[in-house]
RNA sequence: GGAGAGGUGGCCGAGUGGUUGAAGGCACUCGCCUCGAAAGCGAGCAAGGGCUUGCGUCCUUCGGGGGUUCGAAUCCCCCCCUCUCCGCCA
């Protein structure tokens, strides 16, 4: 949710940052619809305040003895009138609510103004694509040699899209799990653990509601949400709070499953761990003042940076173009990392300032000073990481020859010794 | 799922139809007092929104939504949440 007040009194530059997002979006609609609105407020309030006022004659001249059925007839005319302002009010302000709901975030100044994706800017590379001198092997292919899915048993349980990690992939992914939670934990963020269904207004704070919901696995009987990342449960965590200024930043890290049912994505090139309707993930989580909020932007990349270091694994960063962001966001920076079986970078982390467009919408706010005015706080979020598709590029990019996988150092202590996946000698 | 109790301002807590946005207390802010502080005394202290250059003024809000009424924190209905007991269950 945009400033409605800083869009009326900017239109102009609203429309060019909006543009710069969505070349459909057309400001106008929604700021005539705005005037329309206020307009229909002061009729109806200034109906409202003549009946209250008129309420308020009747015990004056109840305790006078005066009759009152001429006041009466008077206030239940008026009353009719302020019924019909109302309902015209409310009307306006639910299709205003409706479409301002539907916009996106402003990017910010530093954001390339573009449409086209291709033009993401790559601020940081770090390491070297792997090189093999012997055939590479594909995920897949190496799972099979390793023994670590079962999709089709995933399928018979659930759907495609539902892997199921066997032996010792089970064991390697609870193991980065553990190293990424404990890795934010030392780096200041508190571990919280959430639930992965969420109602429909923690839907909205993060901007995932209305316009998404398709995109959403929807439990209908209780009208819940499971959440495609722990950043919509972790946006819903402080909703309608007033915090105190001393207690910003607030840092969370939480790990999930984050479902997305990926309605229209198709998944031939993606096969294997790619894209699925399940996967887990580690999220790092921010609350600050709108002051230091870039600041913080730069700490959640660099941490997700760091995990991606310790893994050892080939990425770069990009900062994506203005036409690339998510609709909450006002600035993204995406950490891909270098799959050899794709022959592509993919992301694993994306960490996102979404200024007071979050907080907007949850109505989180925070107070600098006893007595002053509540202001948003600025909400981040950023993957720290996604372990489905660094599980991929860990048994791409450290294969041997044989099909088997050397695994980095930093993991060696979550695994009680184990430093490799072997091939199996018995099938 | 069944029975009961409850949900009021930053917190505690009064309030069963008429200037109650809400007594009282705590916390907080300012002033007096004091060398200074505490105590004491006095004053202030909800959020959102409309109109207004401003002073200000009006509207809404006592878990949420509907209803009754000229008028609802107070009465009625539905829902949500918390607590206790019972049932069921990982």
Same mark, same amino acid.
């Given at each position: 949710?945009?400033?409605?007040? @800083? ?35 002061? *009729? ?26 001429? &006041? ?8 009719? *009138? ?43 590379? @770090? ?55 404990? *890795? ?9 653990? &959430?639930?992965? &269904? ?37 946006? =819903? ?100 990392? @270098?799959?050899?079986? *794709? ?18 919408? =949850? ?30 590029? &860990? ?8 099909? =088997? ?7 060696? =202590? ?14």
């Amino acid at each position: 949710m945009l400033d409605i007040k @800083w869009l009326r009194e900017n239109p102009s530059i609203a429309q060019e940052a909006l543009k710069s997002r969505d070349d459909g979006i057309d400001l106008a609609p929604l700021l005539e619809l705005e005037r329309h609105r206020r307009e229909a407020i002061t *009729q109806a309030e200034s109906l409202k305040s003549e009946q209250n006022r008129l309420s308020r004659e009747i015990p004056e001249l109840k305790k006078k003895g005066e009759p009152v059925e001429e &006041l009466l007839s008077r206030i239940s005319e008026i009353k009719g *009138q302020v019924e019909e302002a109302l309902n015209l009010q409310k009307s306006l302000d639910d299709r205003f609510q409706e479409m301002a709901l539907a916009l996106p975030n402003i990017p910010h100044e530093s954001v390339p103004r573009s449409l086209r994706k291709e033009d993401n800017q790559v601020v940081k590379e @770090w390491g070297a694509p792997p090189q093999f001198s012997f055939p590479m092997r594909h995920h897949l292919e190496l799972g099979e040699i390793l023994g670590l899915f079962d999709f089709e048993r995933g399928s018979r349980i659930s759907g495609s899209g539902f892997p199921i990690y066997r032996g010792p992939l089970a064991r390697v992914e609870r193991a980065l799990l553990n190293f990424l939670l404990d *890795q934010n934990s030392d780096a200041g963020f508190e571990v919280i653990g &959430l639930p992965y &269904l969420v109602n429909r207004e923690t839907g909205i704070t993060s901007g995932q509601l209305p316009k998404f919901i398709d995109q959403m696995y929807h439990v209908t009987e209780d009208d819940l949400f499971l959440i495609p990342t722990a950043e919509i449960a972790l946006g =819903g965590f402080h909703r309608n709070e007033i915090l105190q200024e001393s207690d910003l930043p607030l840092r969370y890290t939480a790990y999930t499953a984050c479902f997305r049912r990926e309605a229209g994505t198709y998944g031939i090139e993606e096969r294997g761990l790619v894209r699925t309707h399940q996967f887990n993930k580690v999220e790092l989580f921010s609350l600050t003042s709108p002051e230091s909020s870039y600041e913080e932007l730069e700490r959640l990349r660099r941490q997700a940076e760091t995990l991606v270091e310790k893994l050892g694994l080939h990425y770069r960063t990009t900062l994506l173009v203005s036409g690339d962001l998510s609709q909450g966001s006002s600035k993204t920076y995406d950490i891909e990392v @270098w799959l050899p079986g *794709q022959n592509r970078y993919y992301e694993v982390s994306s960490c996102s300032n979404c200024e007071a467009y979050q907080a907007r919408r =949850g109505n989180i706010r925070f107070r600098r000073k006893e007595g002053e005015k509540p202001e948003f706080v600025h909400t981040l979020n950023g993957s720290a990481l996604a372990t489905s598709r660094l599980m991929v590029a &860990l048994l791409e990019c450290n294969q041997r020859e044989d099909g =088997g996988v050397n695994l980095p150092e930093a993991l060696h =202590g979550y695994l009680g010794g184990m430093k490799s996946l072997e091939p199996q000698l018995t099938s």
